[in-house]
């Protein structure tokens, strides 16, 4: 084959030499909404940050309180013994009052919600009836808009701020900006304390 000749790969080269050539159909249509459209792979950050809708979503995390002293007194076994607790009561939780795990963080979990109220409802509930002796959780929820990277990664302040108000609270604790007087009694049982704005 001379070096002017394309090589032939069938029906799928065709195909995509056609897509690739016509301009209205540079860039694949845009997925869910929050969701990271893609690109040409030339653009700025914040065109692609600009192009990307915003939702609302609430978040909670919990984390386990004294895990690696736990882990250092106790053994590896007891440990595993408590995250399978801790991640079974999660699940059967979540599911009940529907939000979703969106991961795992070793001892702990983020926990994500489309309102704040069964997000709340959801760590106070976990915090509260958690029952692993010495160990306690702790968690932090924060809500508002957020951008949803790859499907399942969520990138903004509520993230962040959920994160940062777990990582204040003392053991058995909830910690949450004053959302409304509903919201604050939904969190009330389990031990929750809530911030002021």
């Given at each position: 084959m001379s070096s002017g000749q394309r090589p032939d790969h069938g029906d799928n080269a065709l195909r995509v030499e056609r897509?690739?050539?016509?301009?209205?159909?540079?860039?694949?249509?845009?997925?869910?909404?929050g969701t990271a459209p893609?690109?040409?792979?030339?653009?700025?950050?914040r065109d692609v940050a600009d192009a990307i809708e915003p939702v609302d979503r609430a978040f909670a995390f919990l984390d386990l309180c004294g895990f690696t002293a736990f882990i250092a007194t106790r053994g590896e076994h007891a440990a595993i013994d408590a995250i399978s607790r801790f991640r079974s009561l999660t699940r059967d939780l979540t599911v009940r009052r529907g939000v979703r795990v969106g991961k795992w963080l070793g001892d702990g979990a983020m926990i994500i919600g489309v309102d704040?109220?069964?997000?709340?409802?959801?760590?106070?509930?976990?915090?509260?009836?958690?029952?692993?002796?010495?160990?306690?959780?702790?968690?932090g929820v924060?809500?508002?808009?957020?951008?949803?990277i790859d499907g399942d990664d969520y990138i903004g302040r509520p993230v962040n701020l959920a994160a940062r108000l777990c990582q204040t609270?003392?053991?058995?604790?909830?910690?949450?900006l004053r959302y409304n007087r509903k919201l604050w009694i939904a969190g009330l049982f389990g031990g929750a304390a809530y911030l002021p704005r």
């Open positions: 897509f690739r050539s016509r301009e209205d159909e540079a860039t694949a249509p845009i997925g869910a909404i893609s690109l040409r792979g030339l653009e700025t950050p704040v109220g069964p997000t709340i409802a959801t760590a106070a509930e976990l915090i509260a009836r958690y029952d692993c002796d010495p160990l306690a959780l702790r968690g924060a809500h508002g808009q957020v951008l949803i609270a003392s053991p058995s604790e909830l910690l949450a």
